[in-house]
């Protein structure tokens, strides 16, 4: 609860600076909407050509693209505004050592405590989208499917947090070493079914580094019902990466000295 507190006052203050620069929000509607726009087209110029992509019809398609966007809009508004400048304001500017003299949870701080308020108009997009794709596909899933595509969904949530804080890690041994723009790039490759790749990079996003779980399989569970063994892998495999994030966390906390040292 004590966490939960502390999340709601940080993301009260991050609405407070985001209304400040109203014309922002303008801005980031617009560009939000022409991102969007240009991954429906992309799939639009493929499906006029075909009636199917590696197994996924187009309506399909519509609901992965949907379920993509609600997952980047969380990791927009709640991961990235902390995780991806940590090598540079945690470590060699030092506000990790801020955060070790708060009462609370360092790796809450350094993962958690800033938000963006206006990338969440993208998960307002993403519902349009999977509205869109689930009125298309003619068969609307059922409650015990949508449900399962929530645990899914929040499985792939903590998975991308993991991910974050793991990249973050490597800045307590390599404190110039970046690899956001890395991890953006390869983020990319989630919004289509990891089935259109090659088998070798198919592997690689499914078990190295698991952006399967970030929009394919919740979207074919949610399109095709839950089965038990994938749904407990994906909870398993969650459980695995937050526990191996803090693994690591701990270990370069033991590792750091100061930003002055």
């Not at 187009?58 to 505004?81: C, H, M, N, R, W």
């Not at 945690?90 to 003299?101: N, P, V």
């Not at 019902?225 to 191996?244: E, K, N, S």
Request: aromatic share 10%; hydrophobic share 55%; charged share 10%.
């Amino acid at each position: 609860m004590k966490l939960l507190s502390l999340f709601g006052a940080g993301f009260a203050m991050s609405m407070q600076r985001t209304v400040t620069f109203r014309i922002n929000l303008l801005f980031d509607i617009v560009v939000s909407i022409i991102g969007l726009g240009s991954t429906l087209a992309t799939v639009f110029i493929v499906f006029a050509r075909t009636d199917s992509l590696a197994g996924w019809s187009e309506a399909q398609a519509y609901v992965l693209i949907g379920t993509y966007q609600l997952l980047s809009s969380l990791k927009s508004a709640f991961i990235d505004p902390n995780l991806s400048w940590f090598p540079e304001n945690g470590i060699r500017q030092g506000k990790l050592d801020t955060y070790l003299l708060q009462p609370a949870p360092t790796l809450f701080l350094a993962s958690l405590a800033r938000s963006t308020p206006l990338a969440l108009l993208q998960f307002v997009l993403g519902l349009g989208v999977l509205a869109l794709g689930l009125d298309r596909h003619g068969q609307l899933p059922g409650h015990v499917a949508i449900a399962a595509w929530l645990i899914t969904l929040a499985a792939g949530l903590a998975v991308t947090w993991a991910m974050g804080v793991l990249l973050a890690c490597l800045a307590f041994w390599a404190p110039r070493l970046q690899l956001d723009v890395f991890y953006s790039s390869a983020w990319q490759l989630a919004r289509f079914p990891t089935d259109i790749y090659r088998r070798p990079l198919r592997l690689v996003l499914t078990y190295l580094f698991p952006l399967t779980l970030i929009a394919t399989i919740p979207t074919t569970t949610l399109l095709s019902g839950p089965r038990l063994p994938v749904l407990a892998a994906t909870v398993a495999g969650a459980a695995l990466a937050c526990a191996l994030a803090v693994g690591c966390w701990r270990l370069g906390l033991r590792r750091y000295t100061g930003a002055t040292s």
